[in-house]
């Protein structure tokens, strides 16, 4: 799972995300407003955790442009402040959930594994479309106009990971990670390999690959 931490209390930022790594999660740290924007707006996030009162743009203004650009990341807020009218205007925002400051570490997990379960539900059986092309994962089944394609798991999950993230660039590194897993012993000639079996048929451009 890999997280986006935007934070600008150096000492919480550090240790969070050290306890994070120690619990197995991969974590990119920003500690300004914009710079946290930019990074969510064009890197891969299972989870985004996003302090309200940020330097450079205001918490709640990133999350309002995130969600405004059709980016559905969840997103778990930080705020010290504590009141229901502050607490409403976040959730209404697209805020996923709110955590008040001071917290506990091990709090902070909790509300990060559940957002996680919450989110795998929320993609089960989900059908995606762009333009005029539509996804079953469950089936690996891609329709296309009037055509109907069966599909490899391991495409399906690449097109879905394509379909889910597009206009955003995709490194090689995320694609591994993302579909065969990290540890995995793939060669980056493989993923090369099955972006070129979808690319004839999806019309998928490379320039968003780096």
């Known amino acids: 799972m890999r997280l986006l931490l935007v934070e600008d209390e150096e000492r919480l930022s550090e240790a969070s ?31 985004i955790i996003l302090d309200r009162m940020l330097p450079g743009k205001e918490g709640v203004a990133v999350l ?15 705020t010290a402040k504590d009141s229901i009218k502050d607490r409403v205007e976040g959730l209404d925002a697209g ?14 997990l909790a509300r990060v594994r559940a957002l ?7 993609l089960t059986g989900e059908r995606l ?11 690996c089944e891609a329709v296309s106009g009037n055509e109907t394609i069966k599909l490899t798991l391991k495409e399906s999950q690449l097109l879905e990971l394509f379909m889910r993230n597009r206009g955003q660039t995709i490194t090689r590194e995320q694609i591994l990670d993302r579909v ?14 099955y972006i070129h079996y979808l690319s004839p048929t999806f019309r998928f451009s490379s320039k968003k690959l780096s």
């Open 129 to 139: 479309q762009v333009a005029s092309l539509v996804l079953d994962p469950l089936r």
């Open 64 to 78: 309002k442009d995130l969600r405004a650009q059709g980016i559905k990341t969840p997103v778990l807020l930080l």
């Open 180 to 193: 065969w897993g990290i540890d995995a012993k793939v060669e980056m000639n493989s993923v090369e390999t």
């Open 95 to 108: 805020a996923d959930d709110y955590l008040i400051k001071p917290f506990s570490t091990e709090e902070l």
């Open 17 to 47: 995300g050290l306890y994070f790594k120690k619990n197995k999660y991969a974590v990119d740290v920003a500690c300004d407003g914009k710079t946290g924007q930019e990074m969510a707006e064009t890197a891969i996030y299972d989870l």
């Open 116 to 122: 996680g379960r919450r989110q795998k539900e929320q």
